[in-house]
Every structure is written in structure tokens, then in C-alpha cells.
């Protein structure tokens, strides 16, 4: 039952409620609640409540205009409440749309843009699923953009950070330092971190070994935004190199990404 009927039922003018149906003054409610559309105060919505009772029962029941008054006021002081509901409601969509739009530009402009030629310290590379010693597509392509990096740029060291997961049988560090070593780039040039679980933890534990220092971060395009905020949140200078995300993950990785950024920010996981 809605709150109109309610308040409708409560006043109960014929005194039918103690042997009808809750829906005994259906007909008048519609009536009331049609009639609220062009009704511009409180007394006029009176009237109409008397008219509409009187035009459909007669005039012998107590349809007084201080009775009706009374109505009207909680019927309208209800709608008031409703519509204050429906508008915060409203805002708070728009909020939403307009944070979803404004954080997946940010996601896909970072996805696609790579950094500023400039001398950097490490290439920090973002670990993802192994299973065995073999590593994902995910991870090839972020493994294989920092190997087109690294052979470029021979002074720069590499950081392969990624933890162990439950289903994993080796670290993730372990198989991208050997990825990378089968590529071409001596061991000396590699630093493990094999305890992250979180691409925060990634930036953590990764600093507590380098230190401060002047960073590429190398994952694939939808998850640079969020890696960047998380890397210079626990002290890196850090710029983008873009790995593609594989076609058949993409559009779902991305929309993924906008309530991640918020809660990796907040939570730092």
C-alpha cells in the first residue's frame, strides 16, 4: 500500500475500513492522485478532495473542509518527502555518471599515452597470472614491451614484481625474470619483488627495495591509470609504458577498472 492510501484508509471517511478491503477507496485515490498535477496549494487540493469524495459517495458522509485540509496537508507534506527522495536520487546518478565518465577518460587517455623521452632509473613490470612457468597473454605483452624497452635503453635496470597466488606454482617475479632472461636481458639488470598480491603492494614493496626513484611503470592500457596513482601515492616519479590488453578481455577489463581505481586508492589493495 502506498502512503496516500494510507493516509487515505486512516481517515477512512465512510467508516468502511473495519469490514472492507484495503482497496475499498481505490477509485477516490486515483482520482486524488490525478488531480495532484495541477493543484497549486494547499487549500485548492482540499477542495478537490471534497468534491471528489462528495461527487462519488454523496454528501451524507462527513467530507468537512477542515477534514479534507487535514488530509490534503499529510498528503502533500508525504509527496514533498518523496519528491526531496526522487531528486536526491537523481543527483546522485548524475554524480555517478559524471565520475564514471570523467574516471574512464582518465583510464583510457593513460592507456594511451607513453612517456616522455627522459632518462629513468628502473622499469618497474606489473606481474599477472603465470600458471606453471608459462605467463598469461596478458602478461606476454607487458613482458615483451619492456624487453623492446630494456634493449634500447641498456643502463636502465628492470623490477619484475608479482607475489605468489594460491593457484600459482611459482611466483609471478620468478617466470617474468626468467621471461625476460630467455629474451635477451642479463640477469644482472633484473630485480625480483615476489610478495606483492596487489598492484599497490607492487609499488610498496617495490620502493622498499629501490628506493626513491625515477620509474617506467609497464602493465597493459587499462590498468595505467590506477598503476600510476598508486606509484606516485607511495613515492615514485613514475610515467607510463603501455602494454596492450588482449582483444578478448579488453572491454570488460576496462569497465572493471573504474570502482577498482577507487578502491585500490582508498583501500590501497
Known amino acids: 500500500m502506498d502512503k496516500i492510501s494510507k493516509i487515505i484508509n486512516e481517515w477512512d471517511p465512510m467508516n468502511l475500513m473495519n469490514h472492507a478491503p484495503d482497496d475499498e477507496y481505490c477509485f477516490e485515490i486515483s482520482m486524488i492522485k490525478e488531480s495532484m498535477k495541477n493543484i497549486q ?22 467530507f468537512s473542509i477542515d477534514k479534507c485540509t487535514l488530509v490534503a496537508r499529510k498528503i ?23 565520475s564514471f565518465v570523467i574516471v574512464e577518460s582518465y583510464i583510457i587517455y593513460t592507456g594511451n599515452t607513453d612517456y616522455i623521452k627522459q632518462d629513468y632509473d628502473y622499469v618497474i613490470i606489473l606481474g599477472a597470472k603465470v600458471n606453471g612457468d608459462d605467463v598469461c597473454l596478458a602478461l606476454k605483452y607487458r613482458l615483451d614491451k619492456a624487453v623492446e624497452y630494456l634493449n634500447k635503453n641498456q643502463n ?36 625480483e619483488e615476489n610478495k606483492s598480491t596487489t598492484t599497490y603492494e607492487n609499488f610498496y614493496n617495490s620502493f622498499s627495495i629501490i628506493g626513491e626513484s625515477k620509474i617506467l611503470v609497464v602493465t597493459n592500457d587499462f590498468h595505467m591509470f590506477r598503476a600510476i596513482l598508486l606509484a606516485e601515492k607511495v613515492g615514485f616519479e613514475a610515467e607510463p609504458l603501455n602494454a596492450k590488453t588482449p582483444d578478448s578481455i579488453k572491454y570488460k577489463m576496462y569497465l572493471r577498472e573504474f570502482p577498482a581505481v577507487f578502491l585500490s586508492y582508498i583501500f590501497n589493495i
Open 41 to 62: 496549494n494547499e487549500q485548492e487540493f482540499a477542495k478537490k478532495i471534497q468534491e471528489i469524495f462528495i461527487s462519488q459517495c454523496g454528501e451524507n458522509y462527513d
Open 156 to 191: 636502465v635496470k628492470a623490477v619484475v614484481s608479482g607475489g605468489q597466488g594460491e593457484d600459482e606454482e611459482y611466483p609471478e617475479s620468478y617466470v617474468m625474470k626468467n621471461y625476460l632472461i630467455k629474451h635477451g636481458i642479463n640477469e644482472n639488470r633484473i630485480i
Open 76 to 98: 502533500l507534506k508525504t509527496n514533498k518527502k518523496h519528491n526531496k527522495l526522487k531528486k536526491f536520487l537523481l543527483i546522485l546518478l548524475i554524480l555517478a555518471i559524471a
